[in-house]
């Protein structure tokens, strides 16, 4: 049976590092090679510093795939599109492969992406590098609980990951979807805390929806949820940090589906209809900077077509 990358489904870390990278043309037998190596130093690390929980997350962009991984190719596996309703802009970039390692310890975290990263140097370019970190008890830099009503355990493997009656040759497998988010957090800070959660539809002491009758129906709560109407996960495991320095912070989501459009459709319903102005409040003090689909191949697959 297929192994999955454990980072997909994996519990939260203190601290992350998130890669994005450009191929070199003509590389691409070493690149299958060496992404599949990535498990196994990933693997050495996390028996070597158990109590770090470490996992990774090693991930192909759709314009790459087939040079990479010409026999077989995902289902529905489309680039990232950019959107725009009213003044309300999801922008796309292309990239490659995505790496995001994760772990409870820094120096460790350090450690594996020096490692992997000097496997990968040759053969991938850097183009974007983002340090991200758990902030308090899992709330993002608006200093609410960031999808408090998440999926739990074996729940998350089953929206995560393919299944082998889908896609056998890609079981295991996760489609991937990226963005990040700026906060302008002078603009949020100036809010009440009444006035916030209104915006996000959760107290923000606990994280529990506001009643009913105080619950607005654009509030990041209902435009972002992760469940329909009658309670159902949608197939989308977040695997979302914070990321910050002084003048600029954030989030970075990461979102993890057995359903290629899943994410796409998610996002849709947070910006609303064109003209109707029903989006996410929340949309009004963020700003997406840049977003990419990838898909992650189980550790099976990764380590078959390296020929390891």
Not at 25 to 34: A, K, L, N, P
Not at 65 to 92: E, T
Not at 211 to 216: D, E, F, I, K, R
Not at 222 to 229: F, H, L, Q, R, S
């Amino acid at each position: 049976m297929a192994r999955e990358q454990l980072g997909v489904c994996a519990e939260p870390n203190l601290h992350g590092l998130l890669l994005l990278m450009n191929a070199l043309d003509g590389h691409e037998h070493h690149i299958r090679r060496v992404l599949g190596l990535i498990p196994g130093v990933i693997q050495k690390l996390t028996d070597q510093f158990s109590e770090a929980n470490l996992n990774a997350v090693i991930a192909i962009g759709p314009g790459y795939w087939d040079a990479l991984y010409p026999a077989v190719r995902p289902l529905d596996f489309q680039p990232f599109s950019p959107l725009l309703v009213d003044d309300l802009a999801m922008p796309a970039v292309h990239y490659d492969v995505l790496l995001k390692i994760r772990a409870d310890r820094y120096d460790v975290l350090h450690l594996a992406i020096q490692q992997c990263y000097q496997q990968l140097m040759p053969h991938l370019e850097l183009v974007e590098q983002t340090h991200c970190f758990r902030f308090m008890d899992g709330r993002d830099l608006t200093g609410f609980i960031d999808q408090p009503q998440s999926p739990r355990g074996r729940k998350k493997r089953e929206l995560a990951l393919i299944s082998e009656t889908s896609q056998p040759e890609l079981a295991q497998g996760s489609y991937v979807c990226y963005q990040r988010y700026r906060l302008d957090l002078n603009r949020w800070q100036q809010l009440t805390q009444q006035q916030q959660e209104v915006i996000i539809g959760q107290r923000k002491l606990d994280g529990q929806h506001l009643p009913m009758a105080q619950l607005s129906e654009q509030s990041h709560a209902v435009k972002a949820a992760v469940t329909d109407d009658f309670g159902e996960f949608y197939p989308l495991v977040f695997q979302n940090m914070p990321f910050g320095q002084l003048k600029v912070q954030g989030l970075v989501i990461l979102a993890c589906s057995a359903e290629p459009t899943a994410y796409l459709a998610w996002l849709n319903r947070r910006l609303g209809d064109s003209g109707a102005q029903n989006y996410d409040l929340l949309l009004d003090y963020v700003q997406a900077d840049s977003g990419a689909a990838f898909f992650a191949p189980s550790i099976s697959f990764l380590e078959d077509q390296a020929g390891l």
